[in-house]
């Protein structure tokens, strides 16, 4: 029994190590692997509700917008990249592997086995030209 027991942590450990917390996904990341990042390269949001918002630097429009979606070690992303097309489809969705996912960096890697690295930018505050203030009689 104590064998089995043995086995059974060996095989666990690893799958639950791969599981990454969705919640550690959501903020705004540069392309980059410093803080100087957050300043001039493209910022992807993920959003807590699932949303994906990428824009080409943090003053800059909103470049693509889609969904986000975490399932163990994997991100998947299917988006739509502006200018829309008039396909009404969506492109195919975006899956990358988590490699590290830590308060500051965010690396991923692709199908081709390249990898991207993302700084995270918490002082990275997005406007969208208008603001809201209430919903309630408008």
């Given at each position: ?93 975006v899956n990358l592997t988590i490699l590290e996912l ?8 692709n199908a081709d086995g390249i990898e991207r690295k ?9 406007t969208l030209g208008h603001d809201h203030d209430g919903?309630?009689?408008?």
């Open positions: 029994m104590r064998i089995f027991l043995i086995v059974m942590s060996l095989i666990w450990a690893p799958a639950a190590a791969a599981e990454t917390p969705p919640e550690m996904v959501v903020s705004a990341w540069a392309s980059g692997d410093s803080a100087s990042a957050c300043d001039a390269k493209p910022i992807t949001l993920f959003m807590s509700d699932g949303v994906v918002a990428v824009f080409l630097s943090k003053d800059s429009a909103l470049h693509s917008l889609g969904t986000w979606a975490v399932n163990d070690d994997k991100l998947t992303m299917p988006h739509n990249d502006f200018p829309l097309s008039g396909s009404r489809q969506s492109k195919e969705p830590s308060e500051t960096q965010f690396i991923t890697q993302r700084f995270r930018c918490p002082d990275i505050k997005i919903h309630g009689n408008h």
